[in-house]
């Protein structure tokens, strides 16, 4: 299994909804992250978890929050978006951080903020 | 500053020619280099990688050379088959540091007409 799922595949909300975005994998790595995209531009990293602890925040607003409840699963939580928020959130995996690692990627969240 | 660079947007091939992509990068840093592939509404696909103590790599159709003096890497997809159409991105990590997290240039899409 090197597959790592994403729901939902698409989410719509308002500026004053709270939503969570869901990332899992079944791979046993060890540590994942969250990476925003805009249109025809790369992915931007937002946060590492290595070994469920937060390893890595790149000065995300805090309307973002992750969140690792166990080594498989990795939520990000969001309240009072902007519609500048609107892209495509991916969740990926390694099996460790560090130099050298290859990411798998989900398929992506495309979020649209109202 | 953009420190991996993919100076074409876009490249148009014929099917059954070779397709060639093109990377730079600044950090002399950068030790290990990855080509992601990425269908739209879709999450980038790992395609091949290669570590700067290599100047070639190859894996069935698709080739990854690197010229370290130049701080340049090239893809070659040989032959080019319809299904290769995607955005194609070149990243690179280093061993020191912050290094080791992923840097994206900015992708290349190509087209293989049949």
């Known amino acids: 299994d090197t597959e790592v799922t994403q729901t939902p595949k698409h989410l719509v909300m308002g500026m004053t909804n709270k939503k969570s975005l869901k990332c899992e994998q079944h791979m046993g790595h060890r540590a994942m992250y969250w990476y925003k995209q805009k249109a025809k531009k790369p992915p931007e990293l937002m946060f590492v978890y290595s070994y469920e602890k937060l390893s890595i925040n790149e000065s995300v607003p805090s309307r973002f929050s992750p969140e690792c409840p166990n080594s498989s699963l990795l939520n990000l939580h969001l309240h009072a978006l902007q519609p500048e928020d609107s892209a495509l959130y991916l969740c990926a995996s390694s099996q460790v951080e560090g130099p050298n690692e290859k990411l798998f990627f989900g398929s992506g969240t495309q979020l649209s903020v109202l | ?114």
């Open chain 2, 1 to 114: 500053d953009q420190q991996v660079k993919q100076n074409s947007p876009s490249l148009s091939v014929q099917e059954g020619r070779i397709s060639i992509l093109n990377c730079d990068y600044t950090n002399s840093m950068f030790d290990y280099f990855l080509w992601y592939k990425k269908y739209p509404a879709e999450g980038p696909t790992f395609l091949i990688s290669i570590s700067s103590i290599k100047d070639k790599n190859e894996d069935g159709r698709f080739t990854v050379f690197l010229n370290k003096s130049a701080k340049h890497l090239s893809l070659h997809i040989v032959p080019s088959q319809p299904g290769d159409s995607a955005v194609y991105f070149c990243a690179a990590s280093g061993s020191g540091g912050s290094n080791y997290k992923l840097t994206f240039g900015k992708g290349t899409l190509l087209t293989v007409n049949p």
